[in-house]
């Protein structure tokens, strides 16, 4: 079972920050990633994290992304930065990502707002 | 990037009907494809991967078919439960990408 929380409201120009926890199951060995979906619209993966760490970030966002892993809490956690209405979404945790792995578990989703 | 196209962008059908959706890949991801069902505020549910290997739980009227660049996901009789958004997504190779969507409207 995963579960996203955070903040449902963020300022332009500051960084969304989401923790993703995991439960039920061990983090070992699985890819971890990000996706998003703005209102109405399809679905951007962000990156993964393997539970060692290493990152594989999606170009398009990298600039402004960081994912991290805590594998001690069974948790992951996205940070994106500068961000603007555009970022507007829901946002998904999901296990896979990596390589020969679709996604096969998902959060609930949380929806993240960017307004002043 | 791997851009992943879908057709029909929306498919009007009845309880019972024979349902195929195309996704199409710009180019060759072998079989790493998945497809996914969306309902109406729920995240996505992975239905079908590597192609035309059918996941744990699904109903076996879901099959998936293709390789390369061309790839189906064939509903052999809708039922009720099944009217939802289809995401094809492509894992072959990095950034993963997915299907602009399908919609499966009642008719």
């Known amino acids: 079972l995963l579960q996203e929380s955070g903040p449902g409201l963020v300022k332009p120009s500051e960084t969304l920050s989401l923790t993703c926890s995991v439960s039920?199951?061990?983090?070992?060995?699985?890819?971890w990633s990000w996706i998003r979906q703005p209102p109405g619209k399809g679905l951007e993966w962000f990156g993964y994290?393997?539970?060692?760490?290493?990152?594989n970030y999606n170009p398009s966002l990298k600039s402004r992304i960081t994912i991290s892993v805590d594998t001690s809490k069974n948790q992951f956690s996205l940070k994106l930065s500068s961000v603007t209405a555009a970022d507007t979404a829901v946002y998904y945790c999901?296990?896979?990502?990596?390589?020969?792995?679709?996604?096969?578990?998902w959060g609930q989703g949380i929806l993240v707002t960017v307004s002043s | 990037d791997i851009q992943m196209t879908q057709s029909p962008s929306t498919l009007s059908s009845s309880v019972g009907d024979r349902v195929t959706i195309t996704c199409r890949a710009s180019?060759?991801?072998?079989?790493?494809l998945a497809w996914y069902q969306q309902k109406p505020g729920k995240a996505p549910k992975l239905l079908i991967y590597?192609?035309?290997s059918l996941e744990n739980g699904v109903p076996s009227r879901f099959s998936g078919s293709g390789s390369g660049t061309e790839f189906t996901l064939t509903i052999s009789s809708l039922q009720p439960d099944d009217f939802a958004t289809y995401y094809c997504?492509?894992?072959?190779?990095?950034?993963?990408?997915f299907g602009q969507g399908t919609k499966v409207e009642i008719k």
């Open positions: 997504q492509q894992y072959n190779s990095y950034p993963r990408t």
């Open positions: 994290i393997f539970y060692s760490g290493n990152t």
């Open positions: 180019q060759s991801i072998y079989h790493w």
């Open positions: 999901a296990r896979g990502g990596g390589y020969s792995y679709a996604f096969d578990s």
């Open positions: 039920g199951d061990s983090m070992n060995n699985y890819y």
């Open positions: 590597k192609a035309s």
